[in-house]
Nanobody
Framework: VQLQASGGGLVQAGDSLRLSCAAS????????MGWFRQAPGKEREFVSH????????QYADSVKGRFTISRDNAKNTVYLQMNSLKPEDTAVYYC???????????????WGQGTQVTVSS
């Protein structure tokens, strides 16, 4: 499966963004989907993931209550709605696909190219 993330940009603190991740080459419903992010000089960290049909989701504590992950299997697309953005949310955001539920990067076999999110204070 090939993944293409989009929707990043430069916003001010408190603003919202919606990231999209479009899948091709395979049916999205075959995968658990996740979002990770990597800030400069830091490890890539888990943000959120969603089960095959979207019935179960999980979030990192740092984004809980502000970010919402969703998926539209008919459109082969996963979304990350990010509200109340903070400067510390600044990072490259990656979508990923896997077949094991959990927040570890090792659970995800396929990765998109990343989209930059920059939040100014």
């Amino acid at each position: 499966v090939q993944l293409q993330a989009s929707g990043g940009g430069l916003v001010q603190a408190g603003d919202s963004l919606r990231l999209s991740c479009a899948a091709s080459g395979s049916t999205l419903s075959s995968y658990i989907m996740g979002w990770f992010r990597q800030a400069p000089g830091k490890e890539r960290e888990f943000v959120s993931h969603i089960s095959y049909r979207g019935l179960n989701t999980q979030y990192a504590d740092s984004v809980k209550g502000r970010f919402t992950i969703s998926r539209d299997n008919a459109k082969n697309t996963v979304y990350l709605q990010m509200n109340s953005l903070k400067p510390e949310d600044t990072a490259v955001y990656y979508c990923a696909a896997g077949t094991r539920y959990g927040s570890m990067r090792e659970n995800f076999n396929y990765w998109g190219q990343g989209t930059q999110v920059t939040v100014s204070s």
